[in-house]
């Protein structure tokens, strides 16, 4: 019982997590976002490990109509993630306190929710 309501929380805490960074990922494709096969279409990279937050995510149903898609890129740590947000090729992701301290001090111009 205590595993189901600690999944079912932690689902609904990753969700809402994602729903406050995604929010101003919408619109209409024409302020430089990446879009695909010259649709128009939003193309949203998330960066994730081990699919922890990709699994979060699908349980929860939480980009389910969302009017952008997802890309997922999937990393073995934090420290490959940020170099991947630096070079510009993952719009977001998460990692865990003393990685995203490091990356700060490193000048990684990011925002944390």
């Given at each position: 019982m205590f595993n189901r309501l600690r999944t079912a929380a932690l689902a609904a805490a990753a969700a809402a997590l994602l729903a406050g960074m995604l929010a101003g990922c919408g619109g209409s494709g024409s302020d430089g976002g990446t879009s695909g096969s010259g649709s128009g279409q939003v193309?949203?990279?998330?960066?994730?490990?081990?699919?922890?937050?990709?699994?979060?995510?699908?349980?929860?149903?939480?980009?389910?109509?969302?009017?952008?898609?997802?890309k997922w890129s999937e990393f073995q740590g934090a420290a490959p993630l940020f170099q991947a947000?630096?070079?510009?090729?993952?719009?977001?992701?998460?990692?865990?306190?003393?990685p995203t301290l490091a990356a700060i001090s490193g000048k990684l111009p990011i925002k944390l929710v």
């Open positions: 193309t949203l990279t998330l960066g994730d490990q081990a699919n922890g937050l990709q699994t979060l995510m699908k349980a929860a149903g939480a980009l389910e109509g969302t009017p952008y898609q997802v947000m630096q070079g510009g090729q993952v719009d977001t992701g998460y990692a865990a306190d003393l």
